[in-house]
């Protein structure tokens, strides 16, 4: 198979139905953190998302499954999606019943597709490198029946990620960057993930998975077969104006449970492809603040009006042209949005979630 015609068969699938209930004040569960420009750059995440991908992908063989009540926010912010590559959620399923429903519409289309499936409220930094891990990834996921993982070379012992044990003692005949699987590991406590990054084969699973249609459907059908009937059964409607109706009645019937549990941690075939190319999920501001450009006293600072004085390790976001001075704090976030203005320890930023809701 010629390169042009891998590449047109590459699809890009991009999860988008998150509440995104994190980076209060700016996200909030009308405006997930994945349509906010978050990083102040003028691009939200998914826009940035998509931009990732150009070269990997062809624009026209992008798809997202989202919320219902998203719709309107995907076709503003992503015009050059084609309106029924959108594919809308009635309900939240998690990822299993979201990656099947994604799998069998583009099989209905191209039962040769190879699919990237991505989430949309990350970040990258080295993008060149990231494309050059997803052509790879998808060109091996072409030649075999392999489903492949993205591993991110842990940094710290984070206790937010899962993570994966990779076997690195031999990789794969065709690519000598992709190794075997051993097994998938559950969000660790501090001591657990201290042990794992002092090995060098357990990496973090970014939740960015490579695989052939084919191979993912028929891992669906071996190991989930009552979700994969449900969009079995609506092969004949893909793509035609029954398909919404059948999606509302049918999804809502569909198990709520992560691909994870649902595929990955039951198949065989399951492989990982250690990478490092500046991955993070954006889970919280102090991740936000470590993933941003900072000062010579640790603070990170968005927007154009902002200045800081006898200040260290701070983060402040403030993009809506507002003038904001800070004075003598340490390791604290001040983030102002829509008339809402948060100033919190970074180290209890856990509690902002119920400081909001009050």
């Known amino acids: ?83 029924d590559h959108v594919l809308l959620e009635p309900c939240r399923r998690n990822t299993a019943p979201c990656i099947a429903y994604a799998s069998w519409r583009i099989k209905s289309i191209n039962p040769k597709a190879n699919i990237v499936v991505s989430p949309s409220d990350h970040i990258i930094l080295n993008v060149e490198e990231f494309r050059r ?99 079995e059964e609506m092969l004949p409607l893909y793509g035609t104006p029954q398909e919404k109706e059948a999606i509302a009645e049918k999804f809502p019937l569909c198990e709520s449970i992560s691909v994870d549990y649902a595929i990955l941690e039951k198949a065989e075939e399951i492989y990982v492809f250690p990478a490092s190319f500046g991955w993070s999920d954006l889970g919280t501001w102090g991740s936000l603040l470590a993933n941003t450009p900072q000062d010579a006293h640790g603070n990170s600072c968005i927007g154009d009006n902002i200045h800081v004085y006898e200040t260290t390790r701070c983060i402040i976001h403030a993009t809506e042209n507002k003038q904001v001075v800070v004075q003598g704090l340490d390791g604290y976030v001040v983030a102002e949005k829509d008339g809402r203005l948060l100033i919190c320890r970074l180290d209890q930023e856990q509690r902002i979630r119920l400081f909001s809701e009050q």
Not at 66 to 73: A, G, L, N, Q, V
Not at 152 to 169: C, F, H, N, V
Request: glycine share 6%; aromatic share 14%.
């Open 133 to 231: 891990v997803i052509g790879s990834s998808l060109k091996f996921a072409s030649e075999s029946d392999a489903i492949i993982t993205l591993g991110m070379k842990p940094t710290r012992p984070e206790t937010g990620y899962g993570y994966i044990q990779a076997d690195l003692s031999y990789s794969t005949a065709r690519n000598k960057e992709i190794y075997r699987v051993d097994s998938f590991k559950e969000k660790p406590d501090v001591e657990t993930a201290r042990k794992y990054i002092a090995q060098n084969y357990y990496f973090w699973n970014a939740g960015i998975f490579v695989w052939n249609v084919s191979t993912i459907v028929n891992a669906f059908r071996i190991y989930q077969p009552t979700l994969s009937v449900v969009f």
């Open 1 to 83: 198979m010629s390169m042009a015609e891998n590449n047109y068969n590459n699809h890009l699938v991009i999860m988008a139905g998150g509440i995104g209930s994190r980076f209060w004040p700016m996200s909030t569960t009308g405006m997930p953190k994945q349509f906010v420009d978050v990083l102040g750059c003028g691009r939200t995440l998914i826009q940035l998302t998509i931009d990732r991908f150009k070269g990997a992908v062809p624009a026209e063989n992008v798809w997202v499954v989202t919320s219902e009540k998203y719709s309107d926010t995907v076709y503003e912010q992503l015009p050059d999606v084609a309106r």
